[in-house]
């Protein structure tokens, strides 16, 4: 054999065999980045978020208290794990007020850094929102107050600090905030607070020892996507059931994961409620998408002595094979079990009309805006705090169109206002889309059409937000800034962002 020959083959060797090894290692990168815990035992009891206490001051003004702290919860046997919460380890209670009540919330910041707490959903002056622009000060405190004036929904709070905002909700700050009205306490609906009318808190998690896994995976541009979920912090939560329909309010307060619920068994529900609130009638379904932030009220029918499980189904609307893998597109999770009593108290029959729709349909529209999204920014910018994106006028209906001009999965959320999806791509949205929102997923290439009225009160110089609410990108500048002014005014200087410290 000639030398020249001899060298070719150990070279064509060398190359075939770190081809082997990088196709290998690709192949087992890619196969090992799909998750399911699908057949998990479901060992330990939901726990159900306590109701929040409130006094009522002698003004009529209904005033809770939020004190955000540090502290550790015991998820698994033996391993305490660092978390932050309010008012307790993890999470929060549940805060509930009814339309026209005057609400204070006394929020108090024991962690050792500034935070912000924001009322996802709810429509209230932009000095109160807790957005970036409120922050509150490691020791300080910060006293929104606003009075309830929308319909019966299910909204949820949350830190909004720019830039951190995925690890303060990730430690543990979320909680959820029930609105209730004269016409949704009259329906028969299932209502008795974590019997028949459960809050289900969804996050995915990973752990490291004892502590939170937050790290971020390299071949990923979604954030953080968690091995396993849990509800209102419960790891592989059974729920006992003693009524024939249970209705579950359903938000998901992942960072980053996009979930497509249905059940073990594909029993039908009724989709009672979005975002916003009740929808005019019940919607007969079997699956769920819920993007991080959005909500969604179903209502389901258990058998005497039955077991089924709430779990989030693999889902192709995600974009290409590679964001579905990547991107949790592929991936599946047992969620909550549900063990219905051997006998089960009976429940009247869901009404056949519920609420009624308060979002603009699009037909008054004075203006149009156009809003792209990529991960580097929206339209082109970085969020910048001391920067108004858009001016829009008090009292006026606007018609927005979000599109996604890449494959990286997104959503939209807007602060202050919750919005009719008109269409998506062109069409006529689904069901689950046909209520009111404040959220709403926006598919890679996707565009949706939004119609949104912007009631006020003026403010010209702070704004509200609208972002993605995939955490990791909205701390990346995926969000601007708008402020509502009246008729024939100009958006001021945004006021510089101060820490509250004592009112
Ligand atoms: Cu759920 Cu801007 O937030
Ligand atoms: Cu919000
Ligand atoms: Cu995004």
């Given amino acids: 054999m000639s030398r020249l020959k001899r060298v ?88 509930r007020a009814k339309r026209g009540e005057k609400i204070e919330v006394k929020i108090k910041n024991t962690l050792g850094e500034a935070s912000t707490v924001h009322w996802h959903g709810m429509h209230l002056p932009a000095k109160m929102d807790g957005g970036p622009h409120q922050m509150v000060a490691p020791g300080g405190t910060f006293s929104p107050r606003w009075t309830v004036n929308q319909p019966a929904a299910t909204l949820w709070y ?61 071949l990923r541009d979604t954030g953080f996507l968690g091995d396993r979920t849990m509800v209102n912090g419960t790891l592989d939560p059974y729920k006992l059931v003693g009524d024939e329909l249970l209705r579950l309010r359903l938000l998901n307060a992942s960072t980053a994961r996009i979930y497509d619920f249905g059940f073990s068994d594909d029993r039908r529900f009724a989709l009672i409620g979005t975002d916003g609130g009740l929808l005019e009638q019940p919607t007969g379904t079997d ?20 077991r089924t499980v709430l779990r989030s189904f693999p889902h192709s609307g995600y974009g290409d094979g590679w964001q579905g893998r990547f991107g949790g597109g592929d991936d599946s999770f047992d969620v909550l079990q549900l063990r219905a ?51 829009v006028v008090r009292g006026t ?53 939004l119609a949104m009225r912007f009631e006020g009160p003026a403010d010209p110089e702070t704004p509200y937000m609208y972002h993605c609410h995939l955490l990791y990108h909205e701390d990346l500048g995926m969000m601007g800034q708008f402020v509502v002014v009246e008729k024939g005014r100009q958006a001021g200087k945004v006021r510089t962002p101060h820490s509250h410290s004592g009112h």
Avoid: C
């Avoid at 815990?37 to 809770?64: D, I, M």
């Avoid at 269409?423 to 059409?449: I, W």
């Fill in 341 to 391: 009593a051997k006998a089960l108290r009976p429940s009247p029959q869901l009404p056949g009309e519920l609420g009624t729709l308060e979002v603009p349909d699009g037909s008054d529209s004075v203006g149009e805006r156009f809003f792209g999204l990529v991960t580097t920014g929206i339209n082109g910018k970085k969020m910048k705090m001391d920067r108004i994106d858009e001016t």
């Fill in 287 to 306: 699956r769920i998408q819920l993007s991080p932030g959005e909500r969604a009220e179903i209502v389901v029918r258990m058998k005497p002595g039955e």
């Fill in 8 to 95: 070719l083959i150990i070279l064509t060797t060398v190359v075939v065999v770190i081809g082997l090894a990088l196709g290998g290692g690709a192949l087992y990168l890619y196969s090992d980045a799909d998750v399911s815990t699908v057949g998990t035992e479901f060992r330990t009891e939901l726990a159900v978020p306590p109701p929040a206490k409130s006094t009522v001051t002698p003004n009529g003004t209904r005033r809770f208290e939020l004190t955000m702290q540090a502290g550790q919860k015991e998820f698994r046997a033996g391993k305490q794990t660092p978390t932050w919460g309010f008012n307790g380890d993890f999470l929060g209670p549940t805060l």
């Fill in 158 to 218: 949350h830190p909004h600090p720019h830039g951190t905002t995925e690890r303060h909700v990730q430690r543990g700050l979320a909680g959820m905030f029930l609105l209730d009205d004269e016409k949704s306490a009259r329906l028969a609906l299932p209502r008795k607070y974590g019997v028949d009318d459960l809050p289900v808190i969804v996050q995915d998690v990973r752990f490291n020892g004892a502590k939170f896994d937050h790290g971020h995976q390299i």
């Fill in 397 to 449: 209906a606007e018609t927005w169109t979000v599109r996604n001009e890449h494959g990286t999965p997104h959503n939209f959320h807007v602060h202050d206002v919750q919005f009719r999806v008109l269409e998506v791509d062109g069409e006529e949205p689904p069901p689950e889309l046909r209520g009111a929102k404040d959220t709403v997923f926006v598919p890679p290439f996707k565009t949706v059409k």
